[in-house]
């Protein structure tokens, strides 16, 4: 595929936990208007372990996968159906049944700045995606309909976890282009530039021009082992990969170091990206007006789905493309399908998938119908209302 160049771009407790709002908890029905009843988190049966790796933004640590396990949440409501969403965490369901109950979740752009306030932004995020999934169910569409529509399937790319040598990931990254993937990322975090670039040109050489190669420095993140980027490395990197067809380079720099990001964006024709840990929609209005990126990669852990939309939306009027980072797996994988099915200028999803241990499968498994990544490279958007996928019964821990 052509090389993405930056100048193409511009895509029921005793004392209320909320008093002022315990007059307004439980109103009177209205004729017509959902209503929620009840929040719970519902445990996942673990069916094996696949593994764990060395996940390269966090060196010194394990990230485990697994077949089932963990947990997802549900938003009960007085007219029968259940919304599904990414599970928060099990100290803050008490503060959101108190908060959600006897609420409409249609007015899921009030609840998440409420309960990002009284919990976090990422509990917030996971009641609002299993908001809208009642939304689409009450409407009986799929959400990237009610939200303008646009695609049915959105490109996927592969996005490793681990380092890896340059002949393993060469390998992989072949083995994947003949699945049908389109899009690739790498994870740059080896101590020396040398060694981050030995494994891109590998990659590079053994899969050509057709695959989109995009590269993750990891820089918003507090770094270990003392492998942290300066400008000079973040430009000279830049510089060799542009050369090399680099889709994009992601997080070159720390997260705010906007003047340093905006410079390095002037300077270099390969495409530079970020955005994931911002929760602020301010801070993406200085963003783009500052062309501090060429991409963006707003987060829906942060902003909410609603947030990572306007997101979006505002980066169309700069011309600037936009591919959300993903960092709530499984059921929130499908929320930003959805909302990039439904975006113009978003046209692909993230997928962590760096196999055998690392497959997207494993995370996709709680769904009795999953989508999957097709022999061109794409992954079809649900079509059933709502989400539009349902959680495997049998996956249920009774």
């Known amino acids: 595929m052509a090389e993405m160049k930056r100048r193409n771009f511009l895509a029921g407790a005793a004392v209320p936990l909320f008093p002022a709002l315990a007059a307004e908890a439980a109103p009177p029905p209205k004729p017509g208007r959902v209503r929620v009843t009840g929040v719970r988190l519902v445990p996942l049966r673990t069916i094996r372990q696949a593994g764990s790796m060395e996940p390269a933004w966090a060196l010194g640590t394990r990230m485990n996968f697994a077949v089932g396990g963990g947990a997802y949440l549900e938003i009960l409501t007085d007219q029968g159906p259940i919304g599904i969403g990414h599970p928060p965490s099990a100290a803050a369901i008490p503060t959101i049944r108190e908060y959600l109950t006897g609420k409409d979740p249609f007015d899921a752009e009030v609840h998440f700045p409420a309960l990002s306030k009284a919990t976090s932004y990422r509990d917030a995020a996971c ?42 990931r060469a390998e992989m990254a072949v083995r994947l282009q003949q699945e049908g993937w389109k899009g690739f ?38 770094v270990k082992m003392g492998i942290e980027w300066d400008f000079n490395r973040a430009l000279e990197t830049a510089r060799a990969l542009q050369s090399m067809k680099c889709y994009w380079l992601e997080e070159p720099l720390k997260r705010d170091d906007y003047d340093g990001q905006a410079k390095l964006c002037g ?132």
């Open 127 to 168: 009641v609002e995606m299993a908001c809208w999934d009642l939304v689409g169910k009450c409407c009986g569409q799929p959400l990237y309909k009610l939200w303008g529509g646009g695609k049915d399937k959105v490109r996927a790319y592969a996005s490793m976890v681990a380092l890896s040598t340059p002949e393993e």
């Open 185 to 222: 990322k790498l994870r740059f975090h080896f101590p020396t530039m040398k060694e981050d670039l030995r494994v891109f040109e590998a990659v590079r050489k053994a899969a050509g021009s057709d695959l989109d190669l995009m590269v993750d420095a990891n820089q918003s993140f507090p």
């Open 267 to 398: 300077m270099v024709e390969v495409a530079i990206s970020g955005g994931e840990v911002h929760h602020d929609l301010s801070i993406f209005a200085t963003l783009m007006r500052n062309k501090v990126f060429d991409v963006l990669n707003p987060e829906g852990a942060e902003l909410g789905i609603a947030g990572l939309r306007k997101v979006t939306a505002a980066a169309a009027v700069f011309g600037m493309p936009v591919v959300p980072h993903n960092g709530l797996l499984r059921i929130g994988t499908i929320a930003h399908l959805h909302a990039i099915a439904a975006s113009p200028n978003a046209d692909y999803v993230e997928l962590i998938h760096d196999p055998p241990i690392g497959s997207y499968l494993h995370n996709f498994a709680v769904f009795q119908n999953p989508p999957l990544v097709d022999k061109d490279g794409f992954l079809p958007v649900p079509q059933g209302p709502g989400l539009g996928v349902e959680i495997n019964p049998d996956m249920i821990a009774r």
